[in-house]
T-cell receptor, first 116, second 109 residues
Framework: GAVVSQHPSRVICKSGTSVKIECRSL??????MFWYRQFPKQSLMLMAT?????????EQGVEKDKFLINHASLTLSTLTVTSAHPEDSSFYIC????????????FGPGTRLTVT | GQNIDQPTEMTATEGAIVQINCTYQ??????LFWYQQHAGEAPTFLSY??LDGLEEKGRFSSFLSRSKGYSYLLLKELQMKDSASYLC??????????WGAGTKLIIKP
């Protein structure tokens, strides 16, 4: 089956610094990638949708200048959390979709971000 | 608006059967997914229904009624490792997944 990787799996950073999370589709071309955030005991919350080569579409309430998304190639999307604050501590999950299979999303293993 | 409802938490006994229900109201429908998510991990795919009826896959089965906006996930011969959250999600007309809040399933010995 299709595989999506995320790096790093865990990261601890200090308040005010920036953190970059990578999401890669390993054996297929991901025309669309999704970034989710999940707080403890809550469901997934879609942050943004990115299509290769174009600007990401952010969900209401998500600051695009704070959560920078780049989808420069068909196999890589990055999420950069800028000027991180403790309230940004969360579980960030990406998923990827192949245009040939619009009904399927393949999830990465997630990144646990802790901001101290 | 779009809405997906599922129970917050359910408890069942090891070896028993449990049914997790999901009702939905969405803008368009391109299928319904069930995912399993263990604490601290990403969701893993369980099933996909786009036509009415029952899909069986081992100990897990999923049912869909599009006219009623209703689905259920049936888990048989429950094992302790089945303790997890089960997420219902609908693919809307824009091929975007609309997520339910998840049902936490607790399995007791």
């Amino acid at each position: 089956g299709a595989v999506v990787s995320q790096h790093p799996s865990r990261v601890i950073c200090k308040s005010g610094t920036s953190v970059k999370i990578e999401c890669r589709s390993l054996d297929f071309q991901a025309t669309t990638m999704f970034w989710y955030r999940q707080f403890p005991k809550q469901s997934l919350m879609l942050m943004a949708t990115s299509n290769e080569g174009s600007k990401a579409t952010y969900e209401q309430g998500v600051e695009k200048d704070k959560f920078l998304i780049n989808h420069a190639s068909l196999t890589l999307s990055t999420l950069t959390v800028t000027s991180a604050h403790p309230e940004d501590s969360s579980f960030y999950i990406c998923s990827a979709r192949d245009l040939a299979e619009p009904y399927e999303q393949y999830f990465g293993p997630g990144t646990r971000l802790t901001v101290t | 608006g779009q809405n997906i409802d599922q129970p917050t938490e359910m408890t069942a006994t090891e070896g028993a059967i449990v049914q997790i229900n999901c009702t939905y109201q969405t803008s368009g429908f391109n299928g319904l997914f069930w995912y399993q998510q263990h604490a601290g991990e990403a969701p893993t795919f369980l099933s996909y229904n786009v036509l009415d009826g029952l899909e069986e896959k081992g100990r897990f089965s999923s049912f869909l009624s599009r006219s009623k906006g209703y689905s259920y996930l049936l888990l048989k011969e429950l094992q302790m490792k089945d303790s997890a959250s089960y997420l219902c999600a609908v693919l809307d007309s824009n091929y975007q997944l609309i997520w339910g809040a998840g049902t936490k399933l607790i399995i007791k010995p």
